[in-house]
């Protein structure tokens, strides 16, 4: 089984700030990673996937690197929407997600 | 626009066999590339992948659930069933089923979810 791992667990931050969450897989998963974000009560919504590539409607603000096993996501200038949990997800072997990244307010 | 909703019971006792239905619109899953899946988040935890299903019919089940899981298709009512049998307290999830493209490889669309809980 591919396991993922996420830093930090949770994140305090100021509107403007820049954000970043890093996810780890347990094996090389190549660039089959995925970004959600979820808010209380809501479904995930799906925001980076095949690690960098902006899923459509996403705002610009958002963006993804890396590849192999070690990944990030960042928020150039957090907004007051951004605040939720995100989620890594795997799809190189099955799907496996992450255990998220609060993001609240500072 | 891409809908989906999930119903079924919202209180299984333990050993029971839960079945959920998936009801989406905006898509075909006769169509090439597409598929429905079925994925599950604990309350206050994270999320975990079930079952999905392909246009084409093809089945892909999470290893440590397989035994348990049978997901299948009903094109003509657009319509997704999803059954675990044996079902204990630990079980007890909001269960989301959701868009998949075989082109992107990733859930794109997803239900607002359905919250079961186990307990007799």
């Known amino acids: 089984d591919i396991q993922m791992t996420q830093s930090p667990s949770t994140l305090s931050a100021s509107v403007g700030d820049r954000v970043t969450i890093s996810c780890r897989a347990s094996q090389s998963i190549s660039s089959w990673l995925a970004w959600y974000q979820q808010k209380p009560g809501k479904a995930p919504k799906l925001l980076i996937y095949q690690a960098s590539s902006l899923e459509s409607g996403v705002p610009s603000r958002f963006s993804g690197s890396g590849s192999g096993t070690e990944f990030t996501l960042t928020i150039s200038s957090l907004q007051p929407d951004d605040f939720a949990t995100y989620y890594c997800?795997?799809?190189?072997?099955?799907?496996?997600f992450g255990p998220g990244t609060k993001v609240d307010i500072k | 626009q891409i809908t989906l909703k999930e119903s079924g019971p919202t209180l299984v006792k333990p050993t029971q066999t839960l079945t959920l239905t998936c009801s989406f619109s905006?898509?075909?899953?006769?169509?090439?590339?597409?598929?429905v899946g079925w994925i599950r988040q604990p309350p206050g935890k994270a999320l975990e992948w079930l079952a999905l299903?392909?246009?084409?019919?093809?089945?892909s089940y999470s290893p440590s659930l397989r035994d348990r899981l049978t997901i299948t298709g009903d094109t003509s009512k657009n319509q997704v069933v999803l059954t675990m049998t044996n079902m204990d307290p630990v079980d007890t999830a909001t269960y989301y089923c959701a868009r998949y493209s075989s082109s992107s490889l990733v859930f794109h669309s997803w239900g607002l979810g359905i919250l079961v809980s186990i307990s007799s």
């Open positions: 905006g898509f075909s899953l006769s169509t090439a590339t597409v598929g």
């Open positions: 299903i392909y246009w084409d019919d093809h089945e």
């Open positions: 997800q795997q799809y190189n072997t099955y799907f496996t």
